[in-house]
Antibody, heavy 118, light 107 residues
Framework: QVQLQESGPGLVKPSGTLSLTCAVS?????????WSWTRQPPGKGLEWIGEMYHSGTTNYNPSLKSRVSISVDKSKNQFSLKLSSVTAADTAVYYC???????????WGQGTLVTVSS | DIQMTQSPSSLSASVGDRVTITCRASQSISTFVNWYQQKPGKAPKLLIYAASSLQSGVPSRFSGSGSGTDFTLTISSLQREDFATYYC?????????FGQGTKVEIK
């Protein structure tokens, strides 16, 4: 079955750019699904960040749209998140997930904590 | 954006209890609601999709219902492994949003 695994730096400096990658195994990133990012600040709820279809079509949360970029690397079967101009408010566990065409997220990666601090 | 409001925010229950969690949408969303379970330090897990369809491998004590603006997740007989936080999510519009979560604790 499809599995996802996030990777990337656990510490980012304020005003810098957060960069994470999600490796997809057990299935092709070119399948008829969307590939998404969601985050969860410590002790808080879930916030959807954005997603990409393998064709390159993207869909971003309007609240983050000016700072977010999601891309896909079909050759490596992975997709990536970049979030620019980060502040402490961007400290969170970041999850990648596959989104079904009808809107639910399954499966999810295990998540990776990113802390924004100098 | 569609706001999803869960109630209660937390509840205490005993093993064997019937538990009901409610999720209200800020506008009518037909049956475009999904439910997730999250245990501490773990990723969310899909339980119910399209308001009432049980995800493969999820125990039948979990069920979902509702349409329009009001939805419920019911655990018919709470088990020890069900103590977790539960989230609803709307999939009606493509700015996907989640409820704030309901934490189910041991009484």
């Amino acid at each position: 079955q499809v599995q996802l695994q996030e990777s990337g730096p656990g510490l980012v400096k304020p005003s810098g750019t957060l960069s994470l990658t999600c490796a997809v195994s057990g299935g092709s990133i070119s399948s008829s699904n969307w590939w998404s990012w969601t985050r969860q600040p410590p002790g808080k709820g879930l916030e959807w960040i954005g997603e990409m279809y393998h064709s390159g079509t993207t869909n971003y949360n309007p609240s983050l749209k000016s700072r977010v970029s999601i891309s896909v690397d079909k050759s490596k079967n992975q997709f990536s998140l970049k979030l620019s101009s980060v502040t402490a408010a961007d400290t969170a566990v970041y999850y990648c997930a596959r989104r079904d065409a009808t809107g639910w997220f399954d499966p999810w990666g295990q998540g990776t904590l990113v802390t924004v601090s100098s | 954006d569609i706001q999803m409001t869960q109630s209660p925010s937390s509840l205490s229950a005993s093993v064997g209890d019937r538990v009901t969690i409610t999720c209200r949408a800020s506008q009518s969303i037909s049956t475009f609601v999904n439910w997730y379970q999250q245990k501490p330090g773990k990723a969310p897990k899909l339980l119910i999709y399209a308001a009432s369809s049980l995800q493969s491998g999820v125990p039948s004590r979990f069920s979902g219902s509702g349409s329009g603006t009001d939805f419920t997740l019911t655990i018919s007989s709470l088990q020890r492994e069900d103590f977790a936080t539960y989230y609803c999510q709307q999939s009606y519009t493509s700015t996907w949003t989640f409820g704030q979560g309901t934490k189910v604790e041991i009484k």
